[in-house]
C-alpha cells in the first residue's frame, strides 16, 4: 500500500464534478477521484476546519466511534473497477479488528476527521492511469495527457479555499 495525503480539492471544467486529489507522500504519485458534492463539502469543511452547531453525517459517524471506543486505524482505497474505486474503513474495537466496506470519499472524510493514514494499493495507481471516468480524457490522446500533466503538477497551495 502507499500512503497518500489529501492534496485538495477541485472542480472537473467539463462535468463540474469535484474531484478530490490524492499525492503520496514523495509528491511523484497522484490520485484524482470523482466525488459527489455533498462529499466534496464534508472533506471541504473538515480541510477548512470548519465547525457546524449540529453534528453532520461524518462527524455523527465520528462521535459514535469515540462512544463506543473504536478508533478508525486507517483506510484503504482498494480496487477499481468499470471506473468506481472501492476503499475499506479499518475499525479497532478493544482486541477486534474489523474491515468496513465504504465509497472512498465518505472513508475519506472520516479518515480526515480521525487523523488516520489514507493508503491506496499500487496497482490502484496503476490502474487509474489506464481508466479515466466515462466521458473523461483517455490518457493516450492529447487531452489526457494535458490533465495529466496538470494534476503530476498540482500543489496544495494550487487549491486555494474551496467553498461548496
Given at each position: 500500500?502507499?500512503?497518500?495525503?489529501?492534496?485538495?480539492?477541485?472542480?472537473?471544467?467539463?462535468?463540474?464534478s469535484p474531484i478530490i486529489i490524492?499525492?503520496?507522500?514523495?509528491?511523484?504519485r497522484t490520485l484524482p477521484i470523482w466525488i459527489g458534492l455533498l462529499e466534496a463539502t464534508a472533506i471541504a469543511s473538515e480541510?477548512?476546519?470548519?465547525?457546524f452547531s449540529r453534528p453532520m453525517?461524518?462527524?455523527?459517524?465520528?462521535?459514535?466511534?469515540?462512544?463506543?471506543?473504536?478508533?478508525?486505524e486507517r483506510i484503504e482505497v482498494?480496487?477499481?473497477?468499470?471506473n468506481t474505486y472501492y476503499a475499506?474503513?479499518?475499525?479497532?474495537?478493544?482486541?477486534?479488528?474489523?474491515?468496513?466496506?465504504?465509497r472512498p470519499s465518505d472513508a475519506i472524510a472520516?479518515?480526515?476527521?480521525?487523523?488516520?493514514?489514507?493508503f491506496v494499493a499500487p496497482e490502484v495507481l496503476d490502474m487509474s492511469q489506464l481508466s479515466p471516468p466515462e466521458g473523461e480524457a483517455q490518457v493516450g490522446t492529447?487531452?489526457?495527457?494535458?490533465?495529466?500533466?496538470?494534476?503530476?503538477?498540482?500543489s496544495p497551495e494550487d487549491f486555494g479555499k474551496y467553498k461548496m
Open positions: 500500500m502507499i500512503r497518500m495525503n489529501v492534496a485538495g480539492l477541485t472542480i472537473d471544467p467539463l462535468t463540474n490524492l499525492k503520496d507522500d514523495s509528491g511523484e480541510l477548512e476546519n470548519v465547525e453525517t461524518h462527524d455523527l459517524f465520528r462521535n459514535v466511534l469515540g462512544e463506543l471506543g473504536a478508533k478508525l482498494i480496487d477499481l473497477k468499470d475499506l474503513i479499518h475499525l479497532g474495537v478493544a482486541e477486534r479488528r474489523m474491515k468496513i466496506d465504504a472520516l479518515a480526515l476527521r480521525h487523523k488516520a493514514p489514507i492529447e487531452e489526457g495527457k494535458k490533465w495529466a500533466e496538470v494534476l503530476e503538477s498540482l
